[in-house]
Structure formats: C-alpha cells, structure tokens
C-alpha cells in the first residue's frame, strides 16, 4: 500500500465522516423539535419508549445524538430515568441501519448523483427546509463516496503479508473488540466504524470473523460521545448517559460468549450470522451483508436478555451510580445553561421554574388571611421568608430567559421566551403585595389590637378565596397551555370586581350603622380589599397573557 493509497483511505475517511455529519445535522435540522415533541409523548411506557428510540435513531442516523438528545430530556425532567432506558435499548438496534444500506455495494455507483442532487438542489432551494433536504441529499452521497474511495484504496492490502497477519491476530475477539472501540472513540462514530469494516469487505481485505470483533468494539466506544455531551448536564442526565454503556458492554459480552463457543466447524455468533444472511438474501457469499446482520444481531440477542432483567439491572446501576439526592437549599432546579443548545427545552425549563411559584404563592395568600383570623403574627416571618424564594426564582428565571434569547429562536419561541418573562413579573408583583401589603396590614391589626367585624371578616375571607380560585384556574391554565381556562378566568373579572364593590358597600353601611369595630378598622378593612383585588388582577394578567401567547403571529 503506497502513500497515496494511505492519503485516499484517510481522505475517504474524512468524506465519510463530513458526510454522516451533514446528513445527521441536517435531518435533525428537519425534524429536531419534532423529534423531541415525539420522544416527550411516546415514552411512556417500555415498548412504545423502545420504538422512539429506535425510530428517531433511525431518522438521525446515530445513537449517540439520541442518547445525547435523551440526556438533555432526562436532565430537564421531560422524560424520567426509567422511560429513558427503553429509549436508549431501541436507539442500540437503531444505530445499526446504516450498516445495511452500507452493505448496498452498488449503491455507491450512484454517490456522485446524490452529490449533484444535494449540491443543485441546495443553490435552488427557496427557504431552509428545502436547503435541508438538499444538505441531507448531499451528506448522503458524500457518505458513499467516501465509502467507494476508501473501498478502493485498501484493495492493495490484500496482496499485503503484513496486514493479513495483523488481521489475522484481531480474529481473537478481545483483541479486535479493543480495536474496534479505541477507534470508535477515536472518531466517535460507530457508523463510520462500521463503514469501514464494510469498505475493507468490499475491497476483500477482511472476513467475517476479523470484522465481528471490531463492530463490538465500536457498539461501546460510540457511548463516548454520549458522555462527553452529558458532562454539563446534571446526575440524572449522566445516569443516563452512563447505563448506555452498561447496556452496550451487556450486550458485548454476551456476544463475545457466543464468539468462543464452537459449533460445526465455526463460531455460535458467526454460524448465526451466516444462516441469517442465508435466509434473509438466499446466499452464503455476501460478506457486507453478513457484517450488517451480525452487527444487527447483537442488540437483538442483548435486548432479549436485558428487558426481563431490566429491575434488576436498574436496581444494581441504582446502586453503583446514585440518583441525585434533593437539594436542601432553596434555589433553581431546573435551569442549566447545558438545555440552553436546545431552546424549546430550555423554555419549557424556564416554565417549570415558574410553575413552582404556585404552591409558595398559594401558602403565602393563606397564611396571610390566616394573620387576621389567628390574630398571631407567628407566620408572618414565614410569609416574608417565602416572598424571598419567588424573588429567587424570578430573578435567575429572568437571567435565564435572556440567555435563552440569544440563541436562534423560532418565531414561536421567541414569543414563549418574552410571555414566560410577563408571567415571572407579575407573579413576583403578586407576591410582593402579599408581603409588603397585605402583611403590613395584618401587623398593624395585631400590634393595634383591633378586630375585623365578624361580618367584614367573613368578606375579606369570601374575596380571598375567589383570589386564591383565580390563581388556582390560570396558572393551572398556563401548567397545562390551556388558553380556553385562560379566558374562563377572565370572563369572571366583572363578577369579582362587583362582589368587591358590594363587599365595600357593606362597610360603609356598618359605618353608617355606627358599629364601633368597624369605625375603628375602616382603614385596615379598604386597604385589605384593594390589596387582594390588586393581587386578581395580576392573575388576570397572567391569563391575558396566555390568551395573547395562542394568538396567530401578525402576518
């Protein structure tokens, strides 16, 4: 093999690879937040998990972008620890169509059409999802033309006695296991692995039993990157990452027992391959095709295996690898600036923040109004402690947001981005007339040792739980994008405002009548009014907008 030969295969290789990049980034591009939208739903039980997985990993033509993808789903709570593992099982047996159209050796005769496809069709294409298509069509023809170039430079090495010999010695399967996964995480693609054990096929410069070994290596080198890019996410998205190659080792080495088990005249794991191949081509000949099927054959056998021990595994992986213990200080649980890659993921991060507002809110309005029936000020401190954590939450809410709005946003995210910052200031607003108002007045009764009316007491309580059953309806309404609870609420705000009006007619006429207790709180009893109607109509904004975020965008 000369050099020339040398810098075709490493270029062949590099074509390969910008190839597969192309036509993974592209396809994602096409389908990204449907991908994600898909993986969210049809999760949640195993085998609909497992067909998510191995669907979506089909469509982006590389399990450890899925895995990746699934960790950043895991890490913002989209998806659980225990939905994901049926997702990463199907994304193993996903990452193993490629081979099988690589095992299409005449396809590669039509690799420089699809470059011309691709390369036109991109200078022709009038928006961006025709210039994806068009990108994809070419990261395809340039994944089988490099797959030719390196098929043809590696032709010479079977006159080679110093090649056949190194290969010879990788037919012992640990060593050409360890091959396989040094240069997969080399190259962090098994594809590419894959590829080339195919092109080396074609050429005649491998047999079966060489490239057995060497695609079981790749099956657990390829988890690398799916590490690599859970680094920055936090434990349960590492888990994640992390049972991807336990499962992949499992499957390994139950693989490498059927390698050393004889069985007429050959190997268990490869006298299966050869009859497979058989059944399903009608020929013994077609090694690419048997190197396909036998890389097919071992998540099929793992699976088998895995999914009734799967309790059991988990358990065991729960064990050696912990999930994240809850955290004891108050802060944000959801936000990592990692999602921020994925803006609608981040968003909806960003949303959950918000959502944990409520029952912090909701405590805050009953322990308020509890101050004027207790007449003990004990939870008052309680009360400003809370106003204190939704300050928190809104302001890295807010932080947060505007990171999210330096990313590439579509038209419907950036609209999510800017009603999510609307939402983060009023409930913060809402909170603040709770601790600053309603507080301070609760305070001023009780150092003053006075008493609402029993009938004005009665009231304020009547008001209060229409407050609290509006705040209830929309941020129930916004949990669950429901513009329709929204305008329900909204619809009401005639009938609160009136009921508050009647509220204060009656004080009047208390005052009128002369009643001494309401002579002497008149001033506390107004303030308390006008506070939680001010506190409704934060809610009522907060349910505009929602309504204003289902609104077609103008034009």
């Known amino acids: 093999m000369t050099t020339y030969h040398f810098l075709d295969m490493l270029g062949g290789l590099a074509v390969f690879l910008f190839g597969m990049t192309m036509l993974n980034n592209n396809l994602t591009a096409l389908a990204g937040a449907k991908l994600r939208s898909i993986m969210i739903m049809l999760t949640k039980n195993k085998f609909r998990g497992y067909l998510t997985g191995l669907g979506v990993t089909i469509v982006n033509q590389s399990s450890s972008a899925t895995t990746v993808l699934e960790a950043v789903l895991v890490g913002a ?46 200078l022709l294409a009038s928006n961006k999802r025709y210039r994806n298509i068009a990108n994809a069509l070419l990261g395809f023809g340039l994944l089988f033309l490099g797959m030719e170039m390196m098929s043809r430079s590696m032709e010479p090495l079977r006159s080679s006695a110093l090649f056949l010999d190194t290969m010879a010695r990788i037919e012992a399967p640990i060593l050409g296991i360890l091959v396989g996964l040094v240069f997969t995480m080399i190259i962090q693609s098994s594809g590419a692995t894959t590829g080339l054990v195919i092109a080396m096929a074609i050429a005649g410069t491998i047999n079966l039993a060489q490239a057995v ?24 998205a590492k888990r994640s990452a992390y049972i991807h190659v336990v499962f992949q080792t499992i499957g390994v080495f139950l693989a490498y027992i059927l390698l050393t088990i004889p069985f007429r005249d050959d190997r268990l794991y490869l006298y299966l391959t050869r009859e497979i191949t058989a059944l399903i ?84 309005l009953e322990g308020s109004i509890r101050l004027f029936i207790s007449h003990d000020l004990t939870g008052a401190k309680t009360i400003k402690n809370q106003d204190k954590m939704i300050d928190t939450l809104r302001r890295e809410v807010v932080i947060y947001l505007s990171k999210v709005a330096s990313r590439a946003l579509t038209p419907d995210e950036s609209r999510l981005q800017v009603a999510l910052l609307f939402i983060a200031a009023e409930l913060e607003n809402l909170a603040d007339v709770i601790e600053r108002n309603i507080r301070d007045r ?37 949990a669950e994008d429901d513009a329709a609870g929204a305008r329900t609420v909204l619809a009401g705000a005639d009938r609160c405002w009136d009921l508050q009006r009647e509220f204060r007619r009656k004080h009047f006429r208390r005052l009128n009548e002369g009643l001494q207790v309401s002579i002497e709180t008149t001033e506390i009893h107004m303030d308390l009014l006008n506070h939680l109607h001010r506190i ?9 907008t929602l309504v204003e975020l289902e609104e077609p965008t103008a034009g």
Do not use: W
């Open 77 to 122: 709570g989209l998806i659980t620890f225990q939905q994901s593992l049926a997702v990463t099982l199907g994304s193993e047996l996903g990452s193993t169509f490629l081979g099988h159209l690589f095992a299409f050796p005449k396809i590669t005769r039509f690799a420089t059409m699809f470059v011309a496809l691709g390369f036109f069709g991109y």
């Open 442 to 478: 609760a305070k001023k009764l009780v150092t003053k040792d006075l008493h609402l009316s029993e009938e004005g007491l009665e009231d304020v309580k009547a008001l209060a739980r229409i407050v609290s059953d509006n705040f209830h309806s929309v941020m129930k309404a916004f």
């Open 213 to 236: 070994p060497i695609n079981l290596g790749a099956s657990i080198g390829t988890c690398i990157t799916a590490i690599l890019g859970s680094l920055s996410l936090n434990r349960e």
């Open 281 to 364: 081509t009608g020929g013994t000949e077609n090694l690419p095709r048997q190197i396909a099927v036998a890389h097919t054959l071992m998540p099929v056998i793992n699976h088998l295996v895995v999914f009734p021990l799967l309790p059991f595994t988990v358990k065991v992986f729960n064990r050696l690898v912990p999930p994240e213990p809850p955290k004891e200080v108050f802060g944000t649980q959801f936000l990592n600036d990692a999602m921020l890659a994925e803006p609608s993921v981040a968003l909806y991060q960003a949303k959950k923040e918000l959502l944990r507002m409520k029952p912090i809110i909701d405590s805050m």
């Open 536 to 544: 409704n109509r934060h809610v009522y904004h907060v349910a505009q």
